[in-house]
């Protein structure tokens, strides 16, 4: 089960975020924030959204807005936008 074990803030609406599995990649929120709804608004501003942690291996904020891990690992995946460690 893929779990997400560190992010990091590298823009307005951008984390870095660090897998289980060594993968990595840079996710943006833009996406989420463009459906306006009662719980992505808060995400809007960046002192908030700043305030995302870990929580049970998923991506979190204080309001209750959760993505489970595998869902943003997919969703990198896709983009081709997945890291790996181990990649020459």
């Known amino acids: 089960?893929?779990?997400?074990v560190r992010i990091?803030?590298?823009?307005?609406?951008?984390l870095a975020l660090h897998f289980s599995d060594g993968s990595h990649g840079e996710w943006s929120a833009e996406p989420i924030l463009a459906r306006?709804?009662?719980?992505t608004r808060p995400l809007e501003s960046e002192?908030?959204?700043r305030r995302a942690f870990?929580?049970?291996g998923a991506l979190a904020w204080p309001n209750g807005l959760d993505f489970s891990a595998r869902s943003l690992h997919e969703e990198l995946a896709r983009a081709n936008k997945l890291k790996s460690v181990h990649a020459a």
């Open 54 to 56: 870990i929580d049970a």
């Open 1 to 4: 089960m893929i779990k997400l």
């Open 36 to 39: 306006d709804t009662v719980l």
């Open 47 to 49: 002192a908030y959204f």
């Open 8 to 14: 990091e803030v590298c823009g307005p609406h951008e």
